[in-house]
């Protein structure tokens, strides 16, 4: 049997591998006649020697040229998004549209295009001149990037062409990715077209390499490894946590976005007076891709009365009538079942859905719970259910809302819906706050799905959603400066200074 | 026996105490009278709390306030500034001038004053707006901070007044500060100050806490709970990693500057020219404090020849006149005796000194390692000796010099003396890459002692050096930074959004 080969330096080339496996069309339950290996250590090894070699004259490299391979990278990906949209799909069953040929992939390429905007502006990375003093510093390339993406996002989030590998690569530093072993045949063919990219821009081949597994030392070996600088990681707040450890232990950066349920309180003002409409809007955000979004709203808050019964039977008759999508795989269908369970064992009522179904399909689903059930196992209530699945809690007033808040973990965002007539305005000030520390991303009358590529974006927050609460993962500049460290020059000689700290002619 | 109080939600407090401790004046070895509290959990506990409810109110406090509280604080910081300098002297046989008084109190006022300049001008926090999606964001307070401070600095890195402190406030947090044990007395007079302050300007009581000690069992435990948003530490690498550990198991934000030997490449062209003078700047800098800076120059390398050994016989000379100075006490004298144990283990060998001295003092010392003894124990040989002692390495070539740069640690500083004529530029364009990732700060024809507080500094550096390659504990706004978190307002309503993110009126 011949394995799909790994891109090490530069060259397509045969894995040291200890193993193979096949990636699965999680529709049909088929696998895909495509083999790839498992990497040993000596492959890991050979990619980090050669990123390190890479990352040296990468430092060298003028912004003008990292932008015109992140620029050509995102044109060959435009010209063969058709191709692209439909193995994508078969690999994991997204809709090729609305999402990946008319989604997914133009907002992949945009990514690579304000990625190549910012590194040719330069501001990212904050040069700084004291020059009475003679220092100055900036942020400048922290080294090899391993960057590993998720399971839900085949473009956007890929390890070797989404939001990692472009704020990295536009900040200077080499890429190696790991796919994901869901999607490795849409890797594939992205790292083909990077490759492309950085022989055509004159970059150091090793610019961009991809593997697509590791055993799972090896894998933590390498997070821990010194010729690394460091990792981006976008995936389970199990496998986070084991590469943030074995990073953490050396000092090393790891920006990990791990789990998030992402609140959303609903005032009783909002829902008296626009409560259907929230239904809509409720179940269309929480069906979105069948809820396999990081920004998923997977707990929402109401008040107990009327209105909070009327939205939950509307929600419940949405949900029915809408059919349950195919999930990215049978691990994802598989956790989701298990996360429902974890929710109705600690005291959740299941009010639709709750049931596995054919073909990788669980029923759309939502569950019920009180104040003071959550209250009473506040962690269980919080597991991520990543899918088609919901808790709704009824508090009972604003203190009990607030002090559910109070025991929220961090969260990639908050969402909280109020009257337009001001009657919710005293409630919104009461917990808005408790909730503001908890969230990276505050939001009014909007749901959380949807994570616009802005520099004013904050995909990021508290821990466990993410590892740091000081940086976003989305978004240029800002994302950038997660793969960089701050270099100061002190009364170094003009002609050693890098170009964006010598003085200005003038 | 009556216990020193502690600074708790604004009361100067009994401690719950376990156990208490004295300081003793290191020069002559006699304890101070006053006993001072070993907290116990209640104390951290109580100080949480207090700081949790303080960090709420100083979210909504304007910036103009918390820059009146610490100019007000430099000022009465310059008003007891005698009776400061006289018993820090006390505590830490630190002279009074040229240091205490007029050269460290004058920078912990500077850094007070900088930091308030900074919190009024707003900018550290990078506010971003997006008009048209209507996403803004900026940098917010992340919560309570602990501030640890080292035996070093009484003043410019105390936990109650020094750079942590000063950015924690200045970025809007409370700060929960632990003396450090050798001057107990230096940082309650402090913390009085502060009180004071914080009294005169309305800012919440809590907004500075302070307790002396506690078990290391609860110091790890308060590092991790939930109430607190981020750690600040300068000290020990053991202390440091354990304090790192406990906080990342929890995704906690830890700032640690730990440990540092200060590379210094002096090329075979600027020894040749201008020999004797770097004999006099390198001995003046490496005994300055009697080498307790974090940023002391620990490790020397030469290219082998008769200006290098015309370079270790002038340094042994030097050495040998200056007299050694008291250190800050026994633990230090003690550690410094065990590091240069190590480095002789090693295959180092002693060219002056060596030995401990009567009164806490160390006899000064150098020790000289060639290039292959170095790369035969490289980690050994990287041991801090912190204190009057340094270590220089005579290397073969060029070839060896940046292998020997390859398997160094990261490190706060990195120094190239090079001739002024050009001689050496061949040689400084190949050792400067890969020192240049390995320190913070990169430094020409300059000792690394002696950190400027400029926005443009880097006092900071790759792991072990500090936790994190991409902050700065010293310059404003930088090091604020290090206490915020990111936070994203989208489609909040305009009268909701903080004032730095509110559309500009035309």
Same mark, same amino acid.
């Given at each position: ?208 390499? +991809? ?173 991520? +259910? ?60 909007? +749901? ?59």
């Amino acid at each position: 049997m011949t394995l799909q080969p790994i891109l090490i330096g530069g060259q397509w080339r045969a894995a040291n591998a200890t193993s193979s496996f096949h990636a699965e069309n999680p529709a049909t339950g088929e696998k895909f006649s495509e083999a790839y290996p498992v990497s040993s250590w000596a492959d890991c090894d050979a990619a980090l020697n050669a990123a390190l070699a890479a990352a040296e004259i990468l430092r060298t490299v003028p912004p003008e040229q990292l932008a015109k391979f992140l620029t050509r990278y995102a044109e060959r990906i435009d010209a063969r998004k058709t191709e692209l949209a439909e193995i994508a799909h078969a690999e994991t069953a997204l809709p090729k549209a609305p999402r990946l040929a008319d989604v997914e992939i133009p907002r992949t390429t945009n990514q690579l295009r304000q990625a190549a905007a910012a590194a040719l502006d330069g501001s990212w990375a904050l040069p700084t001149i004291d020059a009475k003093l003679n220092i100055r510093s900036l942020l400048a390339p922290v080294g090899p990037v391993l960057a590993i993406g998720p399971n839900n996002f085949p473009f956007a989030f890929n390890g070797v062409a989404g939001g990692d590998f472009a704020a990295a690569i536009a900040a200077g530093n080499p890429v190696i990715a790991k796919a994901h072993p869901c999607h490795p045949r849409t890797s594939q063919l992205m790292a083909e077209e990077a490759l492309a990219a950085v022989t055509e821009t004159g970059l150091p081949p090793a610019t961009v390499q +991809m593997i697509y597994r590791t055993s799972r030392e090896d894998g933590l070996r390498m997070a821990a490894d010194k010729r690394l600088g460091a990792i981006g990681f976008t995936g389970s707040r199990d496998a986070g946590m084991k590469l943030k450890a074995a990073a953490d232990a050396v000092g090393k950066p790891a920006y990990l976005e791990m789990s998030s349920i992402n609140p959303v309180l609903i005032l009783p003002g909002a829902l008296a007076e626009r409560g259907e409409k929230l239904v809509e809007e409720f179940g269309a955000s929480c069906l979105m891709a069948s809820g396999q979004f990081c920004t998923s709203p997977g707990l929402v808050i109401l008040f107990a009365g009327a209105d909070a019964e009327k939205f939950i039977a509307g929600v419940k008759a949405k949900l029915a009538a809408t059919a349950p999508a195919t999930l990215l795989s049978s691990g994802v269908a598989q956790s989701l079942a298990a996360g429902v369970k974890t929710v109705q064992a600690a005291g959740a009522e299941l009010v639709a859905g709750g049931l596995p179904l054919a073909g990788n399909r669980f029923a759309n689903t939502v569950l019920r719970a009180s104040g003071e059930q959550f209250l009473s196992s506040p962690e269980k209530l919080q597991t991520e +259910m990543f899918g088609n699945a919901s808790l709704v809690v009824v508090v009972r007033d604003a203190a009990q809302a607030a002090e559910i808040l109070a025991h929220l973990e961090g969260n990639l965002t908050g969402s909280i819906y109020s009257a337009t007539n001001g009657a919710d305005e005293s409630l919104y000030e009461k917990i808005s706050p408790p909730l503001r520390q908890r969230v990276g991303r505050l939001l009014n009358d909007k +749901m959380p799905t949807g994570v616009a590529v802005t520099a004013a974006m904050n995909h990021g927050g508290p821990f466990p959603a993410t590892g740091h609460p000081g940086f976003t993962a989305v978004g240029f500049p800002a994302s950038m400066r997660r793969f960089a460290m701050l270099q100061c020059y002190d009364n170094v000689r003009p002609h050693r200074l890098p170009p964006a700290l010598r003085d200005k002619k003038v």
